[in-house]
């Protein structure tokens, strides 16, 4: 695989992905906004994948979802490798 596919399918799935590790830690769209210092209205719109996050809100929903922004890369990788 092509790392533009990839990148592309990492970036389709960043928003289902998003939503539901956060529902798993229990932790509301409004409350990952807070503890990222972005808003709950951008959140939404990267679940359901109007927009995808810049790199600087990527890194800030990583450390929000209490993870290191290369984990949670990770996490996505694996989760489109399924």
């Known amino acids: 695989m092509s790392v533009v596919n990839n990148t592309k399918q990492i970036m389709d799935s960043f928003g289902g992905y998003l939503e539901a590790y956060r529902k798993q830690k229990n932790i509301s769209a409004y409350a ?24 600087n809100n990527f ?23 399924k």
């Not at 990222?36 to 996050?53: L, M, N």
């Not at 209490?66 to 984990?71: A, C, E, G, R, T």
Request: aromatic share 10%; glycine share 8%; net charge negative.
């Open 32 to 55: 990952l906004a807070q503890k990222s210092g972005i808003t709950d209205s951008a959140i939404r719109f990267y679940e359901k994948g109007e927009t995808y996050p810049s790199l």
């Open 59 to 81: 890194i800030k929903i990583a450390y929000g979802l209490n993870l290191k922004p290369s984990d949670f890369l990770q996490l996505l990788e694996e989760g489109i490798h």
